[in-house]
Each structure stands twice: as C-alpha cells, then as structure tokens.
C-alpha cells in the first residue's frame, strides 16, 4: 500500500468514527505499518470500522488479525428497544465465548467446559 493510499484510509477512518487524525499520528502510524502487507492493513480497516473510537496501534494490531466470526455481531438499536438491544448483545458475546471454548482442545491439564455459568 502506498503512503497516498494508507493516509487516505486513515482520513476516511476518522471521518467515519468522528475522530480526525492528525499528521503527526497518521506519520506515526505509517511509520509503525509501512511495512505491513497491504492483506493486514485492509483487513484492519475494515474490521476498523465496528469501532467507537480511533483504535490504538495495539488495537490496530489485532484488527489485523481477528477472524471474521470473532467480530460480535450487534443488533440495530433502531430495530429494538435499548434493553432489548443490551440483552441481545450479551447473549451473542456469550454464544461467542461458548463457541471459543468449545473449539479449544483440551490438553490433560484442564478441564472441558460445555457451558458458560450465566
């Protein structure tokens, strides 16, 4: 990816998160990922975009790396009341936390958990 291309990217995040970077920020992070390849640094924007604030470099970093069914998924608070939406999205974190721990193997050293005391 370029400098033109990242510094773009890094504008539009801001503009979508209300949180304009500066130049001395955006130079930071170009600094910090110009070397990233440009798979990586997509895949940050993009999962960047669930945001609520201007994520950190350690935030970018893992941005970079999060699985796509790793994203919570959260309702539309549109759709539903506040409470509502609250109770749905904890049941999804849970539901998210359950699937976690049922994908890990066990070694001989820990216990299987089935399901997540609520």
Sequence with gaps: MTKKEF?????FLGEILSD???????E???EM?????DKLLL?????????????KPVEFDEL???????IISRPQLEDISTKEWHSQY??????MRQQKLLKQSPDAN???VEEEVK
């Design 7 to 11: 510094v773009k990217k890094m504008l």
């Design 90 to 95: 904890m049941k999804n974190t849970r539901e």
């Design 43 to 55: 895949k940050a924007f993009w999962n960047a975009r669930k945001c609520r604030f201007f994520p």
């Design 110 to 112: 820990s216990l299987v």
């Design 64 to 70: 970079m790396f999060l699985d796509d069914d790793e």
């Design 20 to 26: 304009k970077p500066s130049e001395i920020k955006i």
């Design 28 to 30: 930071g992070y170009w």
């Design 33 to 37: 990922y110009q070397d990233c390849s």
